[in-house]
T-cell receptor, first 113, second 116 residues
Framework: KNQVEQSPQSLIILEGKNCTLQ??????????LRWYKQDTGRGPVSLTI???SENTKSNGRYTATLDADTKQSSLHITASQLSDSASYIC????????????WGAGTKLIIKP | GAGVSQSPSNKVTEKGKDVELRCDPI?????LYWYRQSLGQGLEFLIY????????KSGLPSDRFSAERTGGSVSTLTIQRTQQEDSAVYLC??????????????FGPGTRLTVT
């Protein structure tokens, strides 16, 4: 069964600190992996998209890594800001369907001043 | 240009009533998606429209759920005889295409549905 699992479920860190969120997936055959940020009461916004051949991609203070062999991804946030407080969702697309994405449940990140 | 808009932003309804949720996609986007997000759960795919092709309704949880897209633009998701388990945030997204692995889905703010 195609699944995406994220850890931790929630995380609280102090402003200015770094953190890393994890994602494991079982989707096969794999097409691409995305990280989304979802602010409370808003729709998800894409941070990065990585295909099979990419193992790292950055978007400002966000850096995503992908290990397609172990089917793991991480999202590293550097020098966290209060505005980083949100849910971060890992999403995987399989080759079988270009539009049906498999969504993780997300990691709820809270940045404290 | 404007992003994806959804209305209403919040809807409270009594069990057994019908509700209609509206989505206005980004102008020119040919693909439109509906998702359901329950508390603490990942997004659940409901239905997908692409141009004039027959929609993919494989994610609709029951025959109480239906959706249409008029003129290739605005879409309406209808839930008949609502049940308490239908309470969730309903998200709409659109994209300019779905070819290639890197297409983007742009999401609206969602409609929070509460069935009492």
């Amino acid at each position: 069964k195609n699944q995406v699992e994220q850890s931790p479920q929630s995380l609280i860190i102090l402003e200015g600190k770094n953190c890393t969120l994890q994602c494991n997936y079982t989707v096969s055959p794999f097409s691409n992996l995305r990280w989304y940020k979802q602010d409370t009461g808003r729709g998800p916004v894409s941070l990065t998209i990585m295909t099979f051949s990419e193992n790292t991609k950055s978007n400002g203070r966000y850096t995503a890594t992908l290990d397609a062999d172990t089917k793991q991804s991480s999202l590293h946030i550097t020098a966290s800001q209060l505005s980083d407080s949100a849910s971060y969702i890992c999403v995987v697309s399989g080759m079988d369907s270009n539009y049906q994405l498999i969504w993780g449940a997300g990691t709820k990140l809270i940045i404290k001043p | 240009g404007a992003g994806v808009s959804q209305s209403p932003s919040n809807k409270v309804t009594e069990k057994g009533k019908d509700v209609e949720l509206r989505c206005d996609p980004i102008s020119g986007h040919t693909a439109l998606y509906w998702y359901r997000q329950s508390l603490g759960q990942g997004l659940e795919f409901l239905i997908y429209f692409q141009g004039n092709s027959a929609p993919d309704k494989s994610g609709l949880p029951s025959d109480r759920f239906s959706a249409e897209r008029t003129g290739g633009s605005v879409s309406t998701l209808t839930i008949q005889r609502t049940q308490q388990e239908d309470s969730a945030v309903y998200l709409c997204a659109s994209s300019p295409e779905t070819s290639g692995p890197n297409y983007e889905q742009y999401f609206g703010p969602g409609t929070r549905l509460t069935v009492t």
